[in-house]
């Protein structure tokens, strides 16, 4: 499993100012010939100074002007504009003291991994690397220090995610409080199997009518007591969706089943039918449980799911990730492209040269928005778009297993999911104590 999907928190919207994802700074420039010798140039000055790092008036601008367009695109409400103004210039300014952190800290970012959010960033913008590099040029930067830009993304979030979790404290007693508790509410969250098999009777049934359908759903229920199969009978007579699979509903828990079903079942053992009719707003039913789980605290289904990361910084928006992310998809799915080359050759994480294979996860294991989206996708399901902390992704389900966890399981589960309530504050924390370090010298407009 790729570290860099494990459960964090949900700060992105801490990180991206306004919840509001960041536009491509490779923005088509017009043609020389169009613009207007009259029109005045921005004003670029100095605004703060922090650590090693300014930040401009140019830049400042730049931002506000793409989360402005962000919200008009999503019709979203923004602060007033000096409140606007000085949330994104803390964001600024946390973003510098946050990257001149991590390049203290000596970390590494992989030359192949910084190979592909350079591409990807080409590719976004529809050009070659050629092609890129002169755009660079054009706009005054040099390659160099775009890439190192890239790198310098990349190594933040990786510095990011190590030291707020170092910040982290989850003690011997907090787990096992959490897995008390679990105990304690297993008892209502047994999962039940349920057979039926349904006679149907019409919206407003005269008497006659409704004698006649229960009549058939009691020949039904004769013929299960007589021994004849119930997956027999139930393809036969029902007229439920489940009808070709012997009546079977299928493992859901007990607050997902209509409680009628959960009356007659709650006494039944895995094997039996009820031994009278049951009559709901649908028609009859001949009730049989199949199966049972008791408490469903320590029994978990496992999903083994892969995914494509493109991660979002100045050079990707999130909305152009999805784009490319949804392009992907249609390529999957046409047969043009298997979703492991896909992933190999553009996926900005640790799973990429596994095909993004995740390999099989417990509840709790990733970020909640991630995992809500992987939970509702069928076997071979393959995602929309999805923006989580770490980016945009495209998720794909291979199999689910129900799995029993032993103690130590249990325990990192537990874990997972108090390191998930503690993170933001952590990364608060983390964040003004970092300011509290740094050198941040704030300027005057020019005169």
């Given at each position: 499993m790729t570290d860099s999907l494990l459960i964090v928190s949900r700060a992105r919207a801490l990180r991206a100012v306004l919840g509001l994802a960041l536009c491509c700074l490779l923005v088509p420039l017009a043609p020389a010939q169009t613009r207007s010798a009259s029109t005045p140039a921005m004003a670029d000055y100095i605004i703060a100074v922090v650590n090693q790092e300014l930040v401009t008036n140019a830049e400042l601008q730049g931002r506000l002007a793409r989360i402005r367009e962000d919200a008009a695109r999503g019709k979203s409400q923004l602060p007033p504009p000096a409140e606007l103004r000085r949330q994104i210039l803390d964001a600024l300014i946390d973003e510098r003291v946050q990257v001149t952190n991590a390049r203290d800290v000596g970390s590494k970012v992989d030359e192949a991994e910084l190979d592909r959010a350079v591409a990807n960033v080409a590719v976004q913008n529809q050009m070659t690397m050629a092609q890129l590099r002169a755009r660079l040029q054009q706009q005054g930067l040099a390659y160099s220090a775009f890439r190192n830009n890239v790198r310098d993304q990349l190594l933040m979030e990786r510095v990011r995610e190590h030291e707020v979790n170092q910040r982290i404290r989850i003690s011997a007693e907090d787990i096992d409080k959490l897995i008390e508790q679990r105990r304690v509410a297993a008892g209502t969250a047994a999962q039940l199997n349920i057979a039926q098999i349904l006679v149907t009777v019409p919206e407003g049934a005269n008497a006659d009518v409704l004698a006649q359908r229960k009549a058939r759903a009691e020949v039904a229920l004769a013929r299960v007591k007589g021994g004849e199969a119930f997956e027999t009978i139930a393809n036969e007579i029902s007229e439920d969706g489940n009808k070709?699979?012997?009546?079977?509903?299928?493992?859901?828990?007990?607050?997902?089943?209509?409680?009628?079903?959960?009356?007659?079942?709650?006494?039944?053992?895995?094997?039996?039918?009820?031994?009278?009719?049951l009559r709901s707003g649908a028609g009859f039913h001949v009730i049989k449980l199949v199966d049972r789980q008791e408490g469903g605290a320590f029994t978990v289904q496992q999903t083994h799911a892969r995914h494509i990361l493109l991660r979002v910084s100045e050079q990707l928006s999130a909305e152009a990730a999805g784009r490319r992310l949804s392009e992907f998809k249609r390529q999957i799915l046409s047969g043009a492209k298997s979703f492991e080359q896909l992933a190999r050759d553009n996926s900005e994480d640790g799973s990429a040269a596994a095909g993004g294979d995740l390999g099989w996860t417990s509840p709790g294991a990733f970020v909640p928005e991630f995992e809500e989206t992987m939970n509702a996708l069928p076997i071979n399901g393959i995602s929309d778009p999805l923006s989580s902390r770490f980016g945009v992704h495209l998720i794909q389900v291979l199999e689910r297993r129900q799995m029993t966890l032993d103690l130590k399981q249990q325990r990192e589960q537990a874990r997972n999911v108090l390191r998930e309530q503690k993170f933001e504050d952590a990364y608060v924390e983390w964040v003004r104590d970092l300011r509290a370090r740094a050198y941040i010298e704030m300027r005057e407009p020019p005169q």
């Open positions: 070709a699979l012997g009546g079977v509903i299928g493992m859901r828990p007990m607050d997902r089943l209509p409680d009628v079903f959960v009356e007659v079942a709650r006494n039944l053992k895995p094997g039996e039918v009820s031994p009278t009719l």
